[in-house]
């Protein structure tokens, strides 16, 4: 596929049809048909994940706001029952001092504190509907100001250094040895878009890009966290062009993603190479042209090979499984969406 066949129509058809697909997925509680069968919602897998709920809303908010789509009624109603089931998971943390009190994201007597970088996102997306603000506070804990900023203390107070604890039993407040390649990526990024930078979040920022944190992982999260983090002056350009520099490199050159035949890690890259394309053309010569070009041809390729595993609003895990999760709709119909913003820029 040539860059001139990633056309808006074909990526907004895209969009539109992942967005309708799965808010037809909803039930009347919020929670999502998780995972079934292409083209046959009758067979399903079992099991469900708090954090993939929330970036599937972050994904459908994302889509009505930036296409944009106008929803309707009932569609307003859905996307108010999946951010009023993130709702239902909020809680006051046993632990927390009441002078700064929090609020955690509960699964399984556990709390991750990538889930609240992703319903902070989430949420704050939500936010920009006009037509869907109005119900959110019902679903809520608190109205939605309060509650954005007891998620973002619990996020905050997890600050541990130049890092974030992962983990912890809610319960009792331990720290659980888990850690996750993407949760501290999704922790910055949810913060810096539900609020303003703090100190502690500066330095720790700052750190993890000195250090090169993402690269080898190839972490899209990092790659939002870091272009909001430049956006608004949280790092040096320096080290904003360092740091992305490092990451595209990353990826045009270890490629073994791409040999796993599988959606979303190829789905992952582009969102990561399709948000810094969006910084770099907002900012004309930030990054090298050179690189900013092979970044712009690798992506398409790797958009062209998504649509592999693409049919009627649906993207499924690869060639050796025709499941659908509602995470690979999320993570592939966002490239799309972005080449889409990203063609328009």
Not at 12 to 24: E, F, K
Not at 131 to 144: E, H, I, V
């Amino acid at each position: 596929m040539t860059l001139a066949k990633l056309t808006d129509d074909l990526c907004q058809t895209i969009v539109s049809a992942s967005l309708n697909h799965l808010t037809g997925v909803v039930d009347r509680k919020g929670k999502f048909l998780y995972a079934h069968k292409a083209g046959d919602t009758e067979t399903t897998y079992p099991g469900y994940n708090l954090l993939r709920h929330c970036g599937t809303l972050w994904f459908m908010t994302r889509a009505v706001n930036e296409l944009p789509i106008e929803p309707d009624a009932p569609e307003i109603k859905t996307l108010a029952r999946v951010a009023g089931y993130i709702g239902g998971k909020l809680e006051p943390t046993p632990w927390a001092a009441p002078v700064n009190p929090s609020l955690a994201l509960v699964s399984n007597d556990a709390v991750k504190v990538g889930g609240l970088g992703l319903a902070l996102l989430a949420l704050s997306e939500a936010a920009k509907i006009p037509a869907l603000r109005p119900q959110l506070d019902a679903g809520l804990p608190f109205p939605l100001p309060e509650t954005l900023a007891r998620m973002r203390q619990y996020a905050l107070d997890e600050i541990d250094g130049d890092d974030f604890r992962h983990k912890r039993d809610f319960l009792t407040g331990a720290v659980l040895p888990f850690r996750s390649d993407y949760y501290t990526g999704e922790a910055i990024f949810g913060l810096l878009m539900a609020g303003p930078t703090t100190d502690a979040l500066t330095r720790a920022t700052t750190a993890l890009m000195q250090r090169g944190y993402g690269w080898a992982e190839q972490s899209h999260w990092m790659a939002y966290a870091s272009c909001e983090a430049i956006e608004r002056s949280v790092v040096t350009e320096v080290l904003g062009r360092d740091y992305l520099t490092g990451l595209v490199t990353s990826i045009l050159t270890v490629t073994a993603y791409r040999d796993r035949r599988e959606s979303t890690p190829i789905a992952c890259r582009s969102e990561a190479l399709s948000r810094i394309l969006l910084l770099s053309r907002a900012r004309p010569g930030f990054l090298d042209a050179d690189l900013m070009s092979r970044a712009t041809a690798h992506l398409a390729a790797d958009l062209e090979t998504q649509l592999d595993w693409y049919k009627d609003g649906q993207f499924w895990k690869g060639d050796t499984s025709d499941k659908v999760q509602i995470d690979y709709i999320q993570h592939n119909a966002t490239g799309f969406l972005q080449w889409l913003r990203l063609h328009r820029t």
